[in-house]
């Protein structure tokens, strides 16, 4: 990369005049996470939990994700759909 004179348009010389320039690639859709590594616990007293989703190592064009709500089994230990969560699906969408 040359250096010039802004005014001039003159190309500056010298060791001081050269810099090293990394160009990040985020050109690519990226992945889809979830923020929380480890599973997602909440008391069944609380009204609410949040799931966070993230995209991360790209950000190229809209990416979108469907996602269904679940009940793993019927056992007491486990949430079940309509007493202890809504089902729910649909689609995120990160642009």
Known sequence: MQLYHA???EELIGQDTKTRITI???DKPGQIYFQE????????????????????NGSDGVVTVD????ELDTSEQT???GRDFEHA???LEFK
Do not use: F, N, P, S
């Open 37 to 56: 590594t480890k599973a997602v616990q909440a008391l069944a007293t609380e009204k609410e939990c949040e799931v966070v989703i993230e995209r991360r």
């Open 79 to 81: 949430a079940t759909a």
């Open 24 to 26: 990040i690639d985020d």
């Open 67 to 70: 996602y269904v709500t679940l």
């Open 89 to 91: 699906k649909g689609t």
């Open 7 to 9: 005014t001039t348009d």
